[in-house]
């Protein structure tokens, strides 16, 4: 049950981790279009639109960060604390990132703010493409795809605080018969487990010693009866024969009898 609920965390947040690093690279990929155009026809480029590809970019390198150490470095306590800092700070910086592209929330006809300044959705930027209605469509996607970036981002990091407590379960419970000695933990009851009755705690008991054998469980065994309490011994020694005195009187003799078939 822990193996599968720690793997089934991991890819959860290795999805987030995907859906972020895509909202990342669009809002790189439309502000690096951006800034090349108003670099090329010498146009002034305004400070937001160097922070937002600032912001955008350094999110790209650490959601690839995020994906590829997700395997070894998910749920431990200081890679996890760092990374739900920086998932705040991404909150943050793409909520700014949404609000410096407000202007793509309105419908981009009539007259529109673009990254280029403002002007007639029909009219081509500086004599050429695009037009600002297409600047302005562009800034209605990174607007909805920051978004999207600040729920997952705070998603993200509710995620890792929940991955460094299912770590601290694994390491605090382990292997054990409870889960049939493989990782993670017990499994819990649930409500009809609470009728169950439970066992004592003497089955349970691994080095619990054997239980002594009782009188009546005994076999009788080679000469048993002169030495079991309690049995009168029998008068008859196993080195006596029938008819024979075992320990004859002093000055008397026994008769001697000749073997048969022997001669002397």
Not at 84 to 95: A, E, K, M, T
């Amino acid at each position: 049950m822990g193996a599968k609920s720690g793997f089934a965390l991991k890819l959860l947040q290795w999805f987030f981790r995907g859906v972020e690093f895509c909202c990342c690279a669009l809002v790189l990929a439309l502000f690096s279009y951006f800034l090349a155009v108003l670099s090329n026809r010498g146009l002034p480029i305004p400070t937001w639109t160097r922070a937002v590809e600032g912001i955008s970019g350094i999110g790209v390198i650490y959601t690839i960060l995020g994906l590829l150490l997700l395997c070894c470095l998910a749920g431990h306590p200081f890679t996890s604390f760092i990374a739900i800092v920086l998932d705040l700070c991404f909150v943050g910086s793409f909520i700014y990132v949404a609000s410096s592209n407000r202007g793509g929330a309105s419908s981009c006809t009539g007259v529109v703010d673009t990254p280029f300044g403002t002007g007639s959705a029909s009219d081509l930027i500086n004599g050429g493409t695009p037009t600002y209605r297409q600047a302005c469509q562009m800034e209605t996607a990174c607007l909805a795809v920051s978004i999207v970036a600040v729920i997952f981002f705070l998603f993200s990091a509710i995620l890792e605080f929940v991955l460094v407590r299912h770590r601290r379960k694994e390491q605090r419970f382990g292997p054990s018969p409870a889960n049939n000695y493989t990782s993670g933990y017990a499994r819990r009851r649930g409500i009809f487990g609470l009728f169950r009755r439970r066992q004592t705690t003497e089955s349970e008991n691994p080095n619990i010693l054997p239980e002594h054998t009782h009188p009546d469980q005994m076999r009788q065994s080679y000469n048993t009866e002169t030495t079991a309490v309690g049995h009168e011994p029998t008068t008859q020694s196993k080195y006596q024969h029938e008819g024979q005195v075992a320990y004859p009187e002093t000055g008397t003799a026994l008769p001697h009898t000749q073997p048969a078939g022997y001669r002397y």
